[in-house]
């Protein structure tokens, strides 16, 4: 699964390398993250909530017209949630995101609404009860497919503020094999807001 998440990559960066307009930038903020379903290592979905983790990363704007630019996005996202009921008890994920947004500018207000598919490698997942730490990667799938819309505001002179919701449409979580036969489990997919501040080289 990781050659196709690399194949989305290199066509991307292609696409962009060959674009007369292009103009990179570099973005960071916290997330907001739980998931929607249940997961095992968080007992119920009564008590899967919201964890704060952060988000960090790389930008390409590529210019279509003076309204609308596609804009992919390399970035190294924290996701998971935590168990509300005892604190001690968490899930994080850890992804190398790969978004690529429709970015459409209202105006000369500088505000913009963006929007696209997301692509996700899952590069590490731990599990924490109380003071251990587990290992859980391979309990959990590698790729997540999902979406990403949001709204920000961005300067000409290169700052930019945005707020943005994702959500994965991939289960997250595996079969379990037990004595050779699947033990049903409940679904569950990622869900995470974003605040992101950040600054674009060159001019619009």
Same mark, same amino acid.
């Given at each position: 699964?990781?050659?196709?998440?690399l194949?989305?990559?290199?066509?991307?960066?292609?696409?962009?390398?060959?674009a007369?307009?292009?103009?990179? &930038? /570099?973005? +960071?903020?916290?997330?907001? =993250?739980?998931?929607?379903g %249940?997961? !095992?290592?968080? #007992?119920? $979905?009564?008590s899967?909530?919201y964890?704060?983790?952060?988000?960090? &990363? /790389?930008? +390409?704007e590529?210019?279509? =017209?003076?309204?609308?630019? %596609?804009? !992919?996005?390399? #970035?190294? $996202?924290?996701?998971?949630?935590?168990?509300?009921?005892?604190?001690?008890?968490?899930?994080?994920?850890s992804?190398?995101?790969?978004?690529?947004? %429709?970015?459409?500018?209202?105006?000369?207000?500088?505000?913009?609404?963006?929007?696209?598919?997301?692509?996700?490698?899952?590069?590490?997942?731990?599990?924490?009860?109380?003071?251990?730490?587990?290992?859980?990667?391979d309990?959990?799938?590698?790729?997540?497919?999902g979406?990403?819309?949001?709204?920000?505001?961005q300067l000409a002179?290169g700052?930019l503020?945005?707020?943005?919701?994702?959500?994965?449409?991939?289960?997250?979580?595996?079969?379990?094999?037990?004595?050779?036969?699947?033990?049903?489990?409940?679904?569950?997919w990622n869900?995470a807001?974003q605040?992101?501040?950040?600054?674009?080289?060159?001019?619009?």
């Amino acid at each position: 699964m990781h050659r196709i998440f690399l194949s989305i990559l290199l066509t991307t960066t292609a696409s962009v390398a060959a674009a007369q307009t292009v103009r990179f &930038g /570099v973005k +960071a903020g916290p997330s907001y =993250t739980k998931f929607r379903g %249940v997961d !095992p290592a968080q #007992l119920s $979905s009564a008590s899967n909530a919201y964890r704060l983790g952060f988000h960090a &990363g /790389v930008l +390409a704007e590529v210019k279509v =017209t003076d309204k609308f630019s %596609v804009q !992919p996005e390399l #970035l190294y $996202s924290q996701k998971g949630a935590k168990n509300k009921l005892v604190n001690e008890i968490y899930t994080v994920f850890s992804y190398l995101d790969l978004p690529i947004m %429709v970015k459409a500018r209202l105006g000369e207000t500088g505000v913009f609404l963006e929007g696209g598919p997301q692509f996700g490698y899952l590069f590490r997942a731990t599990s924490t009860f109380m003071d251990n730490s587990y290992k859980v990667r391979d309990s959990y799938e590698k790729v997540d497919v999902g979406y990403a819309a949001g709204l920000g505001y961005q300067l000409a002179s290169g700052p930019l503020l945005g707020f943005r919701f994702n959500g994965g449409l991939t289960r997250l979580n595996q079969p379990i094999i037990s004595g050779g036969q699947i033990r049903a489990t409940e679904n569950m997919w990622n869900n995470a807001f974003q605040l992101y501040a950040g600054y674009m080289l060159g001019s619009k």
